[in-house]
């Protein structure tokens, strides 16, 4: 675990303190504000993360580029725009799975996840899938063979983690936007297999 949590409450702190210095000096007002965050958060949906799965299912080069540097390939498509947030991509394989967590807040690729889930904020979740991955992930219907590795990964204020499930069986006919219509926003997060 890193300090980068703590950093978040004071970027908090300054962040209001500059929105009522601008609403003060009458450069913006409150509902501005709200109408920006509004639409952020209508532009952030897992259908995103989606998106970004199907195309790494069906272009190895794209594939490629997504796991060396998953902020910039994701840029590729439109999302991520302004964030400073480094995404790190980890995919599942025959014998590894990942699993995303944020154990000392919440932080999370929103706008590749939409808002995350209450459970993912939980601290009974942040605190076990770290001690105990494969118990908390069967309590989410995904049984892993004993011999599959699960590797935890910690989200903080400037790395944010997307995993890239495993294509299922029997899809090699489908298009990206069928792929797309197959992930859901736990596959993304690791708690599902897609």
Not at 10 to 23: F, G
Not at 118 to 145: D, H, I, M, N, T
Not at 157 to 182: C, I, K, N, Q
């Amino acid at each position: 675990m890193s300090g980068d949590h703590h950093a978040d409450a004071t970027i908090a702190r300054r962040v209001r303190r500059l929105e009522t210095l601008l609403e003060e000096k009458g450069v913006i007002t409150g509902e501005k504000v709200d109408e920006a965050i509004d639409a952020f958060l209508a532009a952030s949906s897992p259908a995103n993360g989606a998106k970004v799965v199907a195309r790494a299912w069906t272009d190895e080069a794209y594939k490629a580029r997504l796991l060396a540097d998953g902020t910039a390939a994701v840029r590729e498509l439109g999302y991520m725009d302004g964030s400073y947030q480094r995404l790190c991509v980890v995919e599942n394989t025959a014998t590894t799975h990942n699993v995303i967590v944020c154990t000392l807040c919440s932080c999370y690729p929103l706008r590749l996840l939409g808002p995350s889930p209450s459970w993912y904020k939980s601290e009974a979740y942040r605190s076990r899938v770290v001690r105990e991955p494969r118990e908390v992930l069967r309590e989410f219907g995904l049984v892993l063979p004993d011999s599959t590795d699960i590797t935890v990964w910690d989200s903080s204020a400037e790395s944010r983690y997307m995993v890239l499930p495993r294509r299922p069986e029997g899809t090699a006919g489908l298009g990206e936007d069928e792929l797309a219509a197959l992930v859901t926003r736990n596959a993304l997060i690791g708690t599902a297999a897609v």
